[in-house]
């Protein structure tokens, strides 16, 4: 139990289909993080938001839409994704933003099928 | 965002070996992160280093910090079954990149 909390763990979408990734953390944390993992590549940072302002955009296609309500919640909205957008989505937290950004807190990832 | 290299990409030991992996950045770091990710699972910290040359250890780990910040290493002694998984740096800037990653496998 890392604090970090992702739902839903699995999910299966057609590229038509419209989803959302939920990610809750319960660390008091001021910045949040969504990870990208696909098989044989590295972890690729896709979005970062710190009190809740985007800071940065990874160059993410549009696709993909976060959002972030509060400090303790963050949601990544999927719409006509692509079968190469297949992955491990990881969501991460931490106490600092910036240079001190601090530890890392992993959730658990939620595994991301496109037919 | 900062890149960082990360060698070598898979090491292959027999249980009992040592291991080590190598980070290497091209711009000075302000501090350097270790993460461990088991197969199945997600990355879970492991330890930040922040100044040059530090040296930092964890039962059979140890972790250094270059002296001029832009490499590090982690070594582990003795591996063990439990030692197994991708073990990435993760390079302190503005923004937290991770490296490749290097995946341990020991063989008992």
């Known amino acids: 139990e890392t604090g970090v909390t992702q739902t839903p763990r699995h999910l299966v979408m057609g590229m038509t289909n419209k989803k959302s990734l939920k990610c809750e953390q319960h660390?008091?944390?001021?910045?949040m993080y969504w990870y990208k993992q696909s098989a044989k590549k590295p972890l690729e940072l896709m979005f970062v938001?710190?009190?809740?302002?985007?800071?940065e955009n990874n160059s993410v296609p549009s696709r993909f839409s976060p959002e972030c309500p509060n400090s303790s919640h963050l949601f990544l909205h999927l719409h006509t994704l692509q079968p190469e957008d297949s992955a491990l989505y990881l969501c991460?937290?931490?106490?600092?933003?910036?240079?001190?950004?601090?530890?890392?807190?992993f959730g658990e990832g939620s595994r991301l099928t496109v037919l | 965002g900062q890149q960082v290299m990360q060698i070598p990409q898979y090491q292959h030991v027999q249980e009992g070996e040592d291991f080590t992996t190598y980070c290497n950045s091209s711009?000075?770091?302000?501090?350097i992160q270790w993460y461990k990710q088991r197969p199945g699972g997600h990355p879970v910290f492991l330890i930040q280093?922040?100044?040059?040359?530090e040296v930092k250890k964890q039962k059979r780990l140890t972790f250094q910090f270059g002296e001029a910040k832009k490499n590090s290493s982690l070594h582990i002694t003795a591996t063990q079954t439990t030692d197994v998984g991708t073990y990435f740096c993760?390079?302190?800037?503005?923004?937290?990149?991770f490296g490749r990653g290097t995946s341990l496998i020991v063989h008992p």
């Open positions: 991460a937290s931490s106490q600092g933003q910036g240079a001190n950004t601090g530890e890392l807190f």
């Open positions: 660390l008091g944390h001021n910045a």
């Open positions: 938001y710190s009190l809740e302002e985007r800071v």
């Open positions: 711009t000075t770091l302000s501090n």
């Open positions: 280093l922040v100044k040059s040359g």
């Open positions: 993760v390079g302190g800037s503005y923004i937290p990149t």
